[in-house]
């Protein structure tokens, strides 16, 4: 069983930045994808960054690139999203996803996702 911890979400004003963590335990995580996602009031969960654990390779939804950065810490089995210039339309619920197997063209897509964590809340106000 694959246990996902996410943390660092709060509150900040736009043009500013936060940093969330996933801490990940449970399972070796090489061969799958580690995955941020967020869910605004009303709307359905959309993913936001995305990195293959092996390779780190990284992918993003069009409306984070260049604001937002995933990075991985193998030894302590964390990824973390590094959001900057955050607008009030990033403020959602972010949640962690892990996927176990990587599948081409399927990083984001929810349905991908084998485990979730609680997510935690970023409110960007303006």
């Known amino acids: 069983q694959v246990q996902l911890v996410e943390s660092g979400g709060g509150l900040v004003q736009a043009g500013g930045s936060l940093r969330l963590s996933c801490a990940a335990s449970?399972?070796?995580?090489?061969?799958?994808?580690m995955g941020w996602f967020r869910q605004a009031p009303g709307r359905e969960r959309a993913f936001v960054a995305a990195?293959?654990?092996?390779?780190?390779?990284?992918y993003y939804a069009d409306s984070v690139k260049g604001r937002f950065t995933i990075s991985r810490d193998v030894a302590k089995n964390t990824v973390s999203l590094q959001m900057s210039s955050l607008k009030p339309e990033d403020t959602a619920v972010y949640t962690c996803?892990?996927?176990?197997?990587?599948?081409?063209?399927?990083?984001?897509?929810?349905?991908?996702?084998?485990?979730w964590g609680q997510g935690t809340q970023v409110t960007v106000s303006s």
């Open positions: 996803g892990f996927a176990a197997v990587y599948r081409a063209g399927a990083v984001g897509l929810r349905t991908a996702y084998d485990y």
């Open positions: 449970g399972r070796t995580f090489s061969g799958g994808v």
């Open positions: 990195m293959r654990w092996s390779l780190g390779t990284t």
